[in-house]
């Protein structure tokens, strides 16, 4: 499709480079899309990347770089096929810290995003919670405000209510004790700006 095409391939190879600088630049600043999803294939395209680059440079004139082309995309492949094979419930369990427990809109703008620390290997017993606000003059990006963890035993084992005062700007967090409903424990309250 693309076989004498050196100017379509280029062009398609610049645009990727050009995602995957933003894509690198938006998660060091904390800018997202509004989905998940989208926000993996993103990152995603950086593999994608590669493989093209390395489809292009293993035709190329220069023997030495068609040779270091070749060794490096059978490694890069070989380590994709091992990683591979080691199953949806193996990359479950090594993702399970990036992956939102919950995540819902508190305002017209803030979206609450609640992560557990740790996976599968390495539990921490603790929560991790995101505000990130719509950036209005482009309503699918959104950029994080407020980013804490959590290392208590309270906020681990229970979901976390969460209570956002628009007038305040100001969101409360409290999980409620099963043996006494008068009694919150583990409250905190963060100031939205």
């Given amino acids: 499709m693309t076989k004498g095409k050196p100017v379509l391939l280029r062009r398609v190879l610049w645009s990727l480079i050009v995602l995957d600088l933003l894509a690198i630049v938006g998660m060091r600043v904390g800018v997202s899309?509004?989905?998940?999803?989208?926000n993996w294939v993103i990152i995603m395209t950086i593999y994608l990347t590669i493989s093209l680059l390395f489809w292009i440079l293993q035709d190329h004139k220069n023997k030495f770089i068609k040779v270091t082309t070749i060794i490096l995309m059978l490694f890069t492949f070989f380590f994709g096929m091992s990683a591979g094979s080691i199953g949806a419930l193996g990359t479950a369990f090594i993702l399970g810290e990036y992956e939102a427990k919950m995540s819902k809109k508190i305002a017209t703008s803030l979206t609450y995003t609640e992560f557990t620390l740790g996976n599968a290997?390495?539990?921490?017993?603790?929560?991790?919670?995101?505000?990130?606000?719509?950036?209005a003059f482009f309503p699918v990006l959104q950029y994080l405000i407020v980013k804490k963890e959590y290392y208590d035993i309270n906020a681990y084992a229970h979901e976390l209510n969460v209570d956002y005062s628009q007038d305040k700007n100001i969101l409360i967090l409290s999980t409620w004790n099963n043996k006494d409903s008068e009694n919150k424990l583990f409250p905190d309250t963060i100031v939205v700006k």
């Fill in 33 to 38: 899309t509004l989905s998940t999803e989208i």
């Fill in 121 to 135: 290997l390495n539990d921490y017993k603790g929560k991790r919670i995101e505000i990130a606000k719509k950036i």
